[in-house]
């Protein structure tokens, strides 16, 4: 539902405005403004919907996760943020190399 929702929001902020030098500006702002969306959907999710220890997880019988020291909030919100971190690098790349 996260997805959906900032892909709404990316859609709405995509229209060209007069001061745009390219039609990729109005895609990074797009994408951009997604991206932040999505973080912050994602934090209240986290806190929300995941406990704050391993230990509290239901449902989960195996003793190696159970143990786990970490947050299973941050481990996710992390993960969102290592996966927007990278989705934005692809652009760049892509400019370097070719």
């Given at each position: 539902m996260i997805g959906v929702i900032t892909a709404v929001a990316g859609i709405f902020v995509v229209a060209p405005r007069k001061n745009d030098?390219?039609?990729?500006?109005?895609?990074?702002?797009?994408?951009?403004i997604s991206a932040i969306i999505s973080l912050v959907l994602v934090v209240i999710a986290a806190f929300v919907y995941l406990p704050a220890k391993f230990s509290e997880l239901k449902g989960v019988t195996d003793a190696s996760i159970l143990n786990h020291?970490?947050?299973p909030r941050l481990l996710a919100i992390g993960a969102v943020l290592i996966g927007l971190v990278l989705a934005s690098a692809i652009p760049a790349a892509d400019r370097v190399l070719h």
């Open positions: 030098r390219s039609g990729m500006t109005a895609i990074n702002r797009g994408f951009f020291g970490g947050s």
